[in-house]
C-alpha cells in the first residue's frame, strides 16, 4: 500500500505538466472540505454501513464458498486482525480515494466528461473489491452504494475529505461490528 501510494504521488508530480494548474487541482483536489461535509461523509459513511449488515441479518444472508483472506483475518485473535482493522479503517481510505476519486475520476472527467467517467470510475472501485464480495450479495451492494456516496460527495464538495471521511467511516463501521462478533 505504501509502495502504491509513492508511486502514485510521483505519477501525480509529472501529471501536473501535462494536464496543466486547473485540473491538477482537481484531480489531487487539496482543500480538506468544509468541517460540515466531512462530518456529512462520516456519518454517511457509518449509516451506510451499518445499514448494509443490518440489511444481510435481517435478510439472513449467509457467505457462499470460502471465506477471502480479510474475513480470515478477522476471524482469527491477533496481529491479524488488528492489522486488517487499522489498514481498512485508517490506511485504504484515503489512498483510494486520492486514487479514485481523485487521480482518475479526475483525469477521465477531463477527456470523457463527469457522467462517463464517474460511472468508470465507479465501476472500476467496485469491480477491484470483488474479493469482499463475490461471495457475500449485501457486501456487492454496500460497495455498490458506498461508490456512487463516495462520488456525489466529491463532486458536491469539490474535495477528498468528505468522501474520505465516509470511506474510513464505513470501513470503521464494518470494522467495529466483525470484531464486537
Same mark, same amino acid.
Given at each position: 500500500?505504501?509502495?502504491?501510494?509513492?508511486?502514485?504521488?510521483?505519477? =501525480?508530480?509529472?501529471?501536473?505538466?501535462?494536464?496543466?494548474?486547473?485540473?491538477?487541482?482537481?484531480?489531487?483536489?487539496?482543500?480538506?472540505?468544509?468541517?460540515?461535509?466531512?462530518? =456529512?461523509?462520516?456519518?454517511?459513511?457509518?449509516?451506510?454501513?451499518?445499514? #448494509? &449488515?443490518?440489511?444481510?441479518?435481517?435478510?439472513?444472508?449467509?457467505?457462499? @464458498?470460502?471465506?477471502?483472506?480479510?474475513?480470515?483475518?478477522?476471524?482469527?485473535?491477533?496481529?491479524?486482525?488488528?492489522?486488517?482493522?487499522?489498514?481498512?479503517? &485508517?490506511?485504504?481510505?484515503?489512498?483510494?480515494? &486520492?486514487?479514485?476519486? @481523485?487521480?482518475?475520476?479526475?483525469?477521465?472527467?477531463?477527456?470523457?466528461?463527469?457522467?462517463?467517467?464517474?460511472?468508470?470510475?465507479?465501476?472500476?472501485?467496485?469491480?477491484?473489491?470483488?474479493?469482499?464480495? #463475490?461471495?457475500?450479495?449485501?457486501?456487492?451492494?454496500?460497495?455498490?452504494?458506498?461508490?456512487?456516496?463516495?462520488?456525489?460527495?466529491?463532486?458536491?464538495?469539490?474535495?477528498?475529505?468528505?468522501?474520505?471521511?465516509?470511506?474510513?467511516?464505513?470501513?470503521?463501521?464494518?470494522? @467495529? #461490528?466483525l470484531l464486537a462478533t
Amino acid at each position: 500500500m505504501a509502495a502504491s501510494g509513492v508511486v502514485l504521488l510521483l505519477a =501525480l508530480g509529472r501529471w501536473r505538466e501535462r494536464l496543466g494548474p486547473v485540473t491538477f487541482d482537481w484531480v489531487v483536489a487539496a482543500s480538506r472540505g468544509s468541517s460540515r461535509n466531512l462530518l =456529512l461523509g462520516a456519518g454517511v459513511g457509518v449509516t451506510l454501513g451499518v445499514a #448494509i &449488515v443490518l440489511v444481510g441479518h435481517l435478510l439472513e444472508a449467509k457467505p457462499t @464458498g470460502t471465506p477471502n483472506l480479510l474475513i480470515q483475518a478477522m476471524a482469527k485473535p491477533g496481529v491479524g486482525r488488528w492489522s486488517f482493522a487499522v489498514t481498512a479503517a &485508517v490506511l485504504a481510505p484515503p489512498l483510494e480515494e &486520492v486514487l479514485f476519486r @481523485g487521480a482518475l475520476l479526475g483525469g477521465l472527467r477531463e477527456a470523457w466528461g463527469v457522467p462517463r467517467a464517474a460511472v468508470v470510475t465507479g465501476l472500476i472501485f467496485w469491480l477491484l473489491h470483488a474479493p469482499e464480495w #463475490i461471495h457475500y450479495w449485501p457486501a456487492a451492494l454496500g460497495i455498490g452504494l458506498l461508490t456512487a456516496v463516495l462520488t456525489l460527495l466529491r463532486l458536491r464538495s469539490a474535495s477528498l475529505g468528505p468522501p474520505i471521511a465516509a470511506h474510513c467511516a464505513y470501513n470503521l463501521a464494518l470494522v @467495529g #461490528i466483525l470484531l464486537a462478533t
